[in-house]
Antibody
Framework: EVQLVESGGGLVQPGRSLRLSCTGSGFTSGDYAMTWVRQAPGKGLEWVGLIKSKAYGETTQYAASVKGRFTISRDDSKNIAYLQMNSLKTEDTAVYYC???????????WGQGTLVTVSS | DIVMTQSPHSLSVSLGERATINCKSS????????????LAWYQQKPGQPPKLLIY???TRESGVPDRFSGSGSETDFTLTISSLQAEDVAVYYC?????????FGQGTKLEIK
């Protein structure tokens, strides 16, 4: 059974950093692009960014709202994808979902999400 | 960037009736080389992550009931639930994966009348 489990969320002050992890099981994560999607409280879904598989050079792409502040990486030996978030802003407050990307761009499995709250 | 616009924002439908949700993209998401529309639909129930329903605009994901169907091409798409069941109460999102930044519609909240 395919599972994705996010961890690392919590309360953080504006300007600080946080790293989220996404641990996959039941599949070989190295074969897939991994994507982060976030959802602010009571709002819709926002694509954050992706990292392609090693076969595609582990290329990363980001939403304009996070580019230069967030970095996605992966460790396929551990089946983990990471979201490093720096210079956090209050508007980054959201549930962050890790997803498995099929054909890179649509998401067939989602984690349960981890809540990141940016507040002083 | 491609902007996705859904209508209506909310919808009330009686049990057993048809529900129709529309999604419009600001530019075509049809890739001419493979004649595929890079459009997906998701269902999100309260307190849960989204669930993939439809991809390539009209291909139902494995395990999704056949009362769910997707149609449309280029810039105009529709998700149809042929006979609404109580468990279909949710927010529905369309998403384009034609080009990054990938983008979602704002969501349509479906309720029972």
């Amino acid at each position: 059974e395919v599972q994705l489990v996010e961890s690392g969320g919590g309360l953080v002050q504006p300007g600080r950093s946080l790293r989220l992890s996404c641990t996959g099981s039941g599949f070989t994560s190295g074969d897939y692009a991994m994507t982060w999607v976030r959802q602010a409280p009571g709002k819709g879904l926002e694509w954050v960014g992706l990292i392609k598989s090693k076969a595609y050079g582990e290329t990363t792409q980001y939403a304009a709202s996070v580019k230069g502040r967030f970095t996605i990486s992966r460790d396929d030996s551990k089946n983990i994808a990471y979201l490093q978030m720096n210079s956090l802003k209050t508007e980054d407050t959201a549930v962050y979902y890790c997803t498995r990307g099929r054909s890179w761009g649509y998401f067939d499995y989602w984690g349960q999400g981890t809540l990141v709250t940016v507040s002083s | 960037d491609i902007v996705m616009t859904q209508s209506p924002h909310s919808l009330s439908v009686s049990l057993g009736e048809r529900a129709t949700i529309n999604c419009k993209s600001s530019q075509s998401v049809l890739y001419s080389s493979n004649n595929q529309n890079y459009l997906a639909w998701y269902q999100q129930k309260p307190g849960q992550p989204p669930k993939l329903l439809i991809y390539w605009a009209s291909t139902r994901e494995s395990g999704v009931p056949d009362r769910f169907s997707g149609s449309g091409s280029e810039t105009d798409f529709t998700l149809t639930i042929s006979s609404l069941q109580a468990e279909d109460v949710a927010v529905y999102y369309c998403q384009q994966f034609y080009s990054t930044p990938y983008s979602f519609g704002q969501g349509t909240k479906l309720e029972i009348k």
